[in-house]
């Protein structure tokens, strides 16, 4: 019997302690109200697909398509004369053809990591503030000109091919 109330009284002290501590422990998270801030402030604006002719050797070799989508700032992007998506648009012009910010023949020396901070920073220099928080990259193509002037066949496989039934006619009377 005492055996019996020992364990009652050895389960009933483990469950009041493990409430406790458990109450205790689940105090809600701090919240950093600035970043919280800062996060509101922000919105997602997609970009435009650029294309983007890349000059070769004699004249157009390919055509880069690119499409990149940011995170700014909403009230610095409203105070902005020209369109965020239009001025954005040039300055991905500035940088892919004016500075050759990607060389088609060393594709794999390409740092995105790179081509992400350098698209911020040209793009917040024009604007003249910190409008872009963050790059985002949804496409980087490039296609030759021959893929474009001649495309390739299309290869699909015909996985089913059905008749279509005859319409039948009801017989004319002649009343």
Known sequence: MIKLIGTGVWILAITLASVYFSLKMASAPKVDAAAAEREAAM???SG?????PVI????????LLTKLAYKANKDLAAKQVV????MITDELYTLLVG???????????FDL???????????N?????EVIAEVYVEQIDYLTTASVAN?????????FKGEVPAVETAPKSGH
């Open 83 to 86: 369109p965020l998506p239009e």
């Open 99 to 109: 500075k050759k910010m990607i060389d088609v023949a060393a594709a794999g020396s």
């Open 56 to 63: 070769g050797e004699g004249g157009v070799s390919g055509y």
């Open 48 to 52: 435009l697909t650029t294309t983007v």
């Open 113 to 123: 990591d790179a081509f992400r901070g350098v698209v911020k920073e040209g793009l």
């Open 43 to 45: 919105e997602f604006v």
């Open 151 to 159: 495309p390739p066949p299309k290869r699909g496989v015909t996985l």
């Open 125 to 129: 220099r024009r604007f003249g503030a």
